[in-house]
């Protein structure tokens, strides 16, 4: 209707932070989907326990952060994502506002559709654009070298160029 390409979300994941940590959770969840992959960070000190049922996700995900690091079971996991998340959410209700004003369901999916796009559109024109740099500035405690790099071939490591004062600087 208004152009708007919805993505494929997995609805089978649960992804909170780590106050949520914990059997209760993950019974919850369980229940209410058997088959949800419920993906929350244990804490720091928690330490797997011997007599789990070796299936259970919650010790599945401490002998990963154990094995490969906390970054690389996120990684794994598609936690990042949620931080995403949390800062879009947060910037549409700053923006947009906390609740909508439309009085129908379906007007107030209208609107909420409506308030993404500007959003988008908002964050399109703030987005920085980086370009190539023509000429590069170097600066020390005393000196500053300006190199127009479209006229100087970059020397292989190893090799020196002189600037302008006749100071060497030295690729390595």
């Known amino acids: 209707m208004l152009g708007i390409k919805h ?13 949520y940590d914990g059997n209760p959770t993950y019974d919850a969840v369980t229940r209410h989907s058997v088959d949800a992959s419920v993906v929350i960070p244990p ?3 928690v330490e797997g326990r011997p007599d789990s049922y070796p299936s259970h996700q ?14 690389t079971w996120q990684v794994a996991t598609g936690y990042g994502k949620r ?15 906390r609740q909508p004003w439309a009085s129908s369901f379906a007007a107030q999916r209208t609107e909420a559709a409506l308030g993404c796009v500007v959003l988008n559109r908002m964050l399109a024109y703030a987005r920085r654009k980086s370009v190539r ?11 500053r070298w300006k190199f127009d790099l479209s006229s100087i071939d970059v020397p292989a490591p190893g090799n020196s160029v002189k600037s302008a004062d006749g100071t060497a600087l030295a690729f390595v």
């Open 43 to 45: 804490r720091a000190n």
């Open 83 to 97: 931080l995403l998340v949390e800062t879009a959410i947060g910037r549409y209700k700053s923006i947009i506002g």
């Open 58 to 71: 919650r010790d599945h995900y401490i002998a990963a952060i154990n094995a490969g690091g906390r970054m």
């Open 7 to 19: 993505r494929s979300i997995d609805r089978r994941q649960f992804t909170p932070d780590d106050a």
């Open 133 to 143: 740099s023509k000429t590069v500035t170097v600066y020390s405690w005393h000196q």
